[in-house]
């Protein structure tokens, strides 16, 4: 008798386990292969996608910015330059700091 109410509730368990990937849907796996992926510094991020095998993720972190505008045949900025902080709740919810 408490082998099949253990093994009803290792089931049930893991029915509930199912059903709660499946609500998280992509998320999920798009956070698993973020934390899985390698951090590679921009300075590096060329030559590690040079030489990584197709289907391999990497994950880099960093600013890219030029001092000069790079303006275009009419003087104008190639680039729009921002600024904004914001925060995570770790939800998927983000608020405006500063802009």
């Given at each position: 008798?408490i082998?099949?109410?253990?093994?009803?509730?290792?089931?049930?368990?893991?029915?509930?386990?199912?059903?709660?990937?499946?609500?998280?849907?992509?998320?999920?796996?798009?956070?698993?292969?973020?934390?899985?992926?390698?951090?590679?510094?921009?300075?590096?991020?060329?030559?590690?996608?040079?030489?990584?095998?197709?289907?391999?993720?990497?994950?880099?972190?960093?600013?890219?910015?030029?001092?000069?505008?790079?303006?275009?045949?009419?003087?104008?900025?190639?680039?729009f330059?921002?600024?904004?902080?914001?925060?995570?709740?770790?939800?998927?919810?983000?608020?405006?700091?500063?802009?």
């Amino acid at each position: 008798m408490i082998p099949t109410a253990l093994a009803m509730s290792g089931l049930l368990a893991l029915g509930a386990a199912a059903l709660l990937l499946r609500r998280t849907g992509s998320a999920y796996r798009i956070a698993r292969v973020l934390a899985a992926a390698p951090d590679v510094p921009l300075s590096d991020l060329v030559a590690a996608a040079a030489s990584a095998p197709p289907g391999r993720y990497v994950r880099t972190h960093g600013r890219i910015s030029s001092d000069e505008e790079f303006p275009d045949e009419a003087q104008r900025p190639l680039v729009f330059r921002r600024r904004r902080l914001e925060r995570g709740d770790g939800r998927g919810n983000w608020r405006v700091l500063d802009e």
